[in-house]
């Protein structure tokens, strides 16, 4: 007995081997240092984990940063009463020498000490701004989501941060690869534009 079927039109593939270079896209895989030196507190990741981004990746110690943001903190609450002393006074006397019982030189006076005390304080904020700044950069974090690709520093060792941060961790966001495969065009002469290809990598 012979088998029979109706003819139908079906999709053709074709399965080619082929050597290749698989890589990042751009700004699929990124280098993350320190902006600080310091010595390594702890590490909270290691070769192969997947982090997201703001993930804590390395903590640096941090007493002396904590401590200068401290002292900048309490450096900026006493500029700040001094300020205010001096506006309180301003704007008390600027009252009375409308009534003229004071001078103009007094309140000359008076107004030099408002913005000096003014400036002093936003000197004091500007430095507190720093010195917090340079305190967050003692946890470094995770910029994108992706897999830890790399780890070159350990705990105990000290970075440091010189004229382009020193890069410890490399991080690859793997759903962003490509794949350049070097394919013989005999291999391929009937395909076009828009069809479908898959592949797989050893």
Known sequence: ALTTAVVEKRDMGSVVQATGIIRPKVGAEVKVGARITGKVERPYANIGDYVKKRQVLVRLEQDDLQARADQSAAQYQEALAVFEKARLDLDR??????????????????????????????????????????????????????????????????????????????????????????????????????????????
Do not use: H
């Open 93 to 202: 006397d600027k009252e009375l020498a409308k009534e003229g019982y004071i001078s103009q030189q007094n309140i000359d006076t008076l107004q030099n000490n408002y913005d000096i005390a003014k400036a002093r304080a936003d000197k004091a904020k500007a430095d507190l701004d720093y010195a917090r700044a340079q305190l967050s950069y003692a946890t470094i974090k995770a910029p994108i989501s992706g897999t830890i690709a790399s780890v070159t520093t350990q705990e105990g060792e000290t970075v440091a941060a010189g004229l382009s941060a020193p890069t410890f961790i490399t991080i690859i966001d793997l759903n962003r690869l490509e794949v350049n495969a070097y394919v013989d065009e005999t291999d391929v002469g009937k395909i076009s534009l828009g069809q479908e290809a898959l592949f797989t990598v050893d």
